[in-house]
């Protein structure tokens, strides 16, 4: 058991302190005991609070699966995590859900988006959580309470600050920007631009990256972990701000390589095992626990909901329960071979994670459990040893790994960034597919292009980041980045809600802001086109 699970409900009585505050965005933090006199009274308890914080991307309430720190008629539902999946795989080309569930229909088929939609209230209000409270813990420390290490556990909550409205700027574009000066105060913010937004979150990141700790404990944030978050809020400044920032993304990602200390892990299924922990690949995890810290938004969301008992057996990934909810379309298997023979015929290891048998190619109604194929790249059996099947997941989630660092700075060369190589970004790319049996690419074969800013090389990127890295929470913003996700230029299956895909508006490269911020909030806008 990793010992942030444990730090994570050691302190009972931290669960309580929290309670949600974004029905009304009141951006005072609710408790019901004062922080100031926790710390004061035991400053070893700013751990649990810290670990709490991390727990928010994690799991969805401080008291079990069935809990939650937002509202919402379904706890299970509102997870971090779980809404990250939602929002940026199903809405993307490779994963698709076919449960329906009030809005989770707009979200597969790429249509119809609403802001009553309950999916984009969850993300929303989870940012809108955690910021006031990782704000106020941070002013507290900042005002007179000393603890232990004071510095780093400030950084380490201003990271988590500006990871929640990284999520912000990605998928809403804009909203309310909350620090510690902003609490107690109950005149609405005014909103905050993207621009505002991402200048706010970069500015907090280079100040961190000088202060926080080269390591830390598993699953928490240090130095690479920051640089990473830096490195994607760069990779995507074009889209976000309207200015390329290749350059700086270049920067931050040969930082991540090259001083992490990170290497891959020679097997590309043990990063997402139950005892995925001991991989030497993952930079950041959201940790998962079958037993102490159980979440319905976790890993088992993955890892159940691509399971069904009807065409598979459970057992053989560590499960017990099946919900039968998600499958991989064409726009991903597809990317190793035009059919299940073909897969099954690949060297690649990540081709053979796909459930064929009893399922078809082709996805023509994705509300029919066999139509498309489930993945089972995630799994909550252990990679090396026994496990014991469980009703929760323990596997931990690979938000950030050395694998997506490489292929970043791969991007980044072929975009033409100084400081970095084709050839290097060759090296990288080949690392990554030779350790999942792929051969390896040379300049010159046939269909591999390799110069800058060719739009046939970044496709080789694009594939790459597919095989790679589907099932992630990358692959929506991947595609926006790229020029993929709106528009007709690529067709996926039920994009537009066209079983052979359709073009969508350029408004779909954002969500809808919810209307319950809306109504709250006077000084916030409806995105346009909706």
Partial sequence: MKNLKIKILS?????????????????????????ENLLAQDPQAIEGLVSKMYGTFALSGPSGPGSSDISGPDPGETAFLRGIINLQDFTADGMKNRWGDDGLDQLTTTKDWSPNNKFFKYLYDRVYYTVPQTSNIIKILNEG?????????????????????????????????????????????????????????????LDVEAKIAQTNSYGRANKSVVRMLLAKLYLNAEVYTGTPRYNDAATYINKVITQGGYSLSPNFVSNFSGDNNNSTEIIFPLIADALASQSYGNTTYLVNGSLNSDTMTLSNYGATDGWGGHRATKAWYGLFGSSAGALAASTDVRAQLFWTGGHTYEMTDYKIWTNGYPCVKFRNSNFSGPS??????????????????????AECAVRGATGTTLGQALTYLNDVRTRAGATALVIGDPGVPFVVNSPASLQVILDERGRELNL???????????????????????????????????????????????????????????
């Fill in 388 to 409: 014991t099947p469980t009703s929760f997941s323990g596997t931990d989630f690979p938000l950030y790994r050395l694998a997506d660092a490489y292929l970043m700075y």
């Fill in 145 to 205: 309470v000393d603890v232990p290490n004071e510095e780093q556990y400030v950084s380490e909550l201003r990271f988590l600050r500006s990871l929640a409205y990284y999520y912000m700027i990605d998928c809403f574009g804009k909203g309310v920007l909350v620090t510690e000066a902003d609490l107690g105060n109950a005149i609405p913010k005014p909103q905050a631009s993207r621009i505002e937004l991402f200048n706010f979150v970069e500015s907090e990141l």
């Fill in 11 to 35: 302190l009972g009585l931290v669960g309580l302190l929290f309670s949600s505050c974004v029905n009304d965005l009141d951006t005072t933090p609710k408790v019901e005991l004062s922080l």
């Fill in 472 to 530: 992630e929470g990358h692959r929506r913003s991947d595609l926006i980045r790229f020029g993929k996700f709106s528009g007709g230029s690529y067709l996926w299956p039920w994009k537009g809600g066209s079983a052979t895909g359709t073009s969508i508006s350029s408004n779909y490269n954002l969500f809808p802001i919810p209307s319950t911020a809306l109504e709250a909030n006077p000084n916030l806008t409806q995105n346009p086109g909706y």
